[in-house]
């Protein structure tokens, strides 16, 4: 497994642990003038839900990869909170505004996997 894969994993385990819904990942790497290589879109189903996903992510990426995200921004809104790891951007939002953005569609020629809820 690459360093990216591994990125990827911790990231969908840090969603799973606080019960995000709906994860996402959107392979943009074959697409030109994109700015990352992966999206990682998910939902919960309140402020609080987002707040807590959001750290989880945190935390798992730090303990197991040893990284942190070069920025994150919406945390204290937590209705759409953006966590840059370079490669990886992940977004956690409220159900309302996940649906209002669609950024599963925005950029039609991404190969979409789907991971299924855990609860």
Same mark, same amino acid.
């Given at each position: 497994?690459?360093?990216?894969?591994?990125?990827?994993?911790?990231?969908?385990?840090?969603?799973?642990?606080?019960?995000? $819904?709906?994860?996402?990942?959107?392979?943009?790497?074959?697409?030109?003038?994109?700015?990352? $290589?992966?999206?990682?879109?998910?939902?919960?189903?309140?402020?609080?839900?987002?707040?807590?996903?959001?750290?989880?992510?945190?935390?798992?990426?730090?303990?197991?990869?040893?990284?942190?995200?070069?920025?994150?921004?919406?945390?204290?809104?937590?209705?759409?909170?953006?966590?840059?790891?370079?490669?990886?951007?992940? $977004?956690?939002?409220?159900?309302?505004?996940?649906?209002?953005?669609?950024?599963? $569609?925005?950029?039609?020629?991404?190969?979409?996997?789907?991971?299924?809820?855990?609860?």
């Amino acid at each position: 497994m690459n360093e990216t894969q591994r990125l990827l994993d911790s990231i969908t385990k840090g969603i799973q642990d606080k019960k995000g $819904h709906g994860i996402v990942i959107a392979d943009l790497s074959k697409i030109d003038g994109t700015i990352c $290589h992966y999206f990682v879109i998910c939902h919960g189903n309140s402020p609080q839900q987002v707040e807590a996903i959001a750290e989880s992510v945190g935390d798992y990426v730090r303990e197991r990869n040893g990284e942190k995200p070069v920025n994150c921004v919406g945390l204290g809104n937590n209705k759409w909170v953006a966590m840059d790891f370079v490669d990886v951007l992940v $977004h956690v939002f409220v159900p309302e505004t996940r649906t209002y953005y669609d950024l599963e $569609h925005l950029w039609e020629d991404a190969t979409l996997t789907s991971i299924a809820d855990l609860d």
